[in-house]
């Protein structure tokens, strides 16, 4: 007999109260399910159960047994289902959010192969720069830029976030082109705000250095920052997927490309109880395919 049969109509003898009730439970006879439990004893070498023409008890080994049971029982059925879903195609609708620079120059390149794969799939993406809470507001999966605060969410590390500091051919023909990190101090320099414009950090085999620098033009917008950038309004900071494609063409020119600049962390964040979507699981690991 089936290991995994007998130790069910064990479990529902336990559970409804007599072997009869096990029997009509797993539709088969009384006869049957009382071999199911004697294979069971016979193979332990231990009573389970103490039965009289009235009633039944568990004998203190058949109460361990019973636990013990109900835990295999789980996880093969929870191993099963999770089988199921790996067959299943990714299917439905997806909501993902994303910061907007990131999700703007590299995830909606990407979807359209993301999409081609798996055509059954819908994407809904919500781009913006705060942190979506995704239970309350029904995202299965964020991409966020920075260190993670302790949180219930699952986490899967992507590249890091690179920034690359660019001019325009045409500012530098104006204002000299900086040779050492320091020249930035005298030049007028882009950021998102007064804050975020104090300092910039580089680092070389020598070490790293912070240099003060100021302008007179803060936007708080990375693509308004570039476009800044084109026009030749001063030295811009920005993420390195916002700018590559400008220095490729040579509409920028990539300043001090020898140097490390700070990087951020970025990771995709989704609940535990998610991942055994295909359509989840299928975009969380395109996405550590496509950006690792």
């Known amino acids: ?25 797993c539709g088969i006879s009384a006869t049957m399910a009382g071999n199911h439990l004697r294979t069971l004893e016979k193979r332990l070498g231990m009573q389970l159960l103490n039965r009289t023409t009235r009633r039944q008890h568990l004998t203190t080994f058949g ?26 195609a990714p299917a439905g609708k997806l909501r993902v959010t994303a910061p907007v620079t990131f999700g703007t120059e590299a995830l909606m390149p990407a979807l359209s192969v ?34 993670l605060p302790d949180s219930a969410l699952i986490a899967k590390a992507l590249a890091p976030y690179r920034l690359m500091i660019c001019a325009s051919p045409e500012y530098l023909a104006r204002k000299g082109t900086p040779d050492k990190p320091e020249d930035l101090s005298r030049h007028e320099c ?20 912070r240099v003060p620098v100021s302008g007179r033009l ?34 920028l020119v990539q300043l001090f490309p020898t140097y490390e600049l700070a990087s951020r962390p970025m990771s ?24 690792c």
């Not at 064990?10 to 029997?23: D, N």
């Not at 109460?63 to 299943?88: P, S």
């Not at 804050?195 to 070389?204: K, V, Y």
Request: glycine fraction near 4%.
């Open 190 to 209: 882009l950021s998102f705000s007064p804050a975020a414009l104090a300092h910039w950090r580089l680092t070389d085999e020598d070490g790293a250095c």
């Open 1 to 25: 007999m089936d290991l995994l049969d007998s130790m069910e109509v064990y479990v529902l003898a336990v559970e409804k109260g007599s072997l009869s009730a096990a029997a009509t439970a």
């Open 63 to 88: 109460q361990d047994y019973y636990t013990r049971c109900k835990e295999i029982l789980r996880l093969v059925a929870e191993t099963d289902a999770q089988a199921q879903n790996l067959q299943l």
């Open 114 to 147: 993301y999409l081609e794969r798996y055509p059954e799939v819908s994407v809904e993406v919500a781009l913006c720069d705060r942190v979506v809470d995704l239970v309350e507001e029904g995202f299965e999966a964020a991409i966020r830029i920075g260190q």
């Open 268 to 291: 995709v964040v989704y609940l535990p109880d998610r991942y055994r979507s295909p359509k989840l699981r299928s975009f969380v690991d395109f996405l550590v395919e496509r950006f």
């Open 218 to 251: 803060q936007v708080n917008h990375g693509q308004a920052l570039r476009v800044a950038a084109l026009h030749g309004l001063g030295i811009v900071l920005q993420p390195a997927i916002l700018l590559e494609a400008d220095v490729r063409a040579g509409r």
